[in-house]
């Protein structure tokens, strides 16, 4: 068992080529105004449809994400999101004996050897139930929402504007803030047109704005 705090992780595997030039000629089919297309027509264009709230082109662009370290606490509020493709680490075919865990940055520095103990505790307790020979996908019962996972999440820019304008809202819980602000500022630095209009407080976005 492992902490596994401050290691969170957001890797850009895939993402559509020349977006902005494909949406710009899907937007442009529902208009059959081909004839505007130039070198630099499509940020006008892109920005002119998010205005209007003709955002269904934009589902024509995909980028694909891997997260790493991060809590099941994390996960299972980020794959409620249905319009996208998920495929995470399983507690049923992966051994979770010596799970490494996230650290809430909301507990008291007071409290974190007692956090520790719990956590120790719970890893104990699996330990023991997969001894008496219950299956990894029964002893995951006592494992805890912090455990750490793994997971490649692939969806359009549409669902991905979604997506971020949710959860980096200051209500929205503190580690899948920090997830969706990382996955938007990869979003805006490769297709800055179609996530530009997005704004998120500089308290999440650090130095990188």
């Not at 902490?3 to 993402?15: C, G, R, S």
């Not at 004839?35 to 003709?54: T, V, W, Y």
């Not at 991905?160 to 959860?167: L, V």
Request: proline share 3%; net charge positive.
């Amino acid at each position: 068992m492992t902490e596994n705090n401050n290691q969170l992780k957001v890797t850009l595997l895939a993402i559509t080529p020349d977006a902005e030039k494909l949406i710009e000629e899907a937007g442009r089919t529902c208009y059959l105004s081909f004839d505007k297309i130039g070198a630099n027509s499509a940020s006008d264009f892109i920005q002119r449809l998010i205005k209007m709230g003709h955002d269904s082109p934009l589902e024509h662009a995909c980028a694909t994400f891997r997260i790493e370290n991060c809590s099941r606490a994390m996960t299972h509020q980020l794959v409620r999101h249905r319009l996208m493709s998920v495929s995470q680490q399983s507690q049923r075919y992966v051994d979770e004996k010596n799970f490494s865990f996230v650290i809430p940055q909301t507990l008291p520095a007071k409290d974190v050897d007692e956090f520790l103990a719990d956590m120790e505790t719970i890893r104990q307790m699996y330990k023991k139930w997969r001894e008496k020979g219950l299956k990894r996908e029964d002893a995951r019962f006592v494992l805890p929402n912090a455990c750490t996972s793994e997971l490649v999440i692939t969806a359009n820019f549409r669902e991905w504007r979604h997506i971020i304008k949710i959860r980096t809202s200051p209500k929205a819980q503190w580690e899948i803030r920090i997830v969706c602000t990382e996955i938007f500022k990869i979003l805006k630095k490769h297709s800055p047109d179609c996530f530009s209009d997005i704004q998120i407080g500089k308290e999440h976005l650090g130095d990188s704005q």
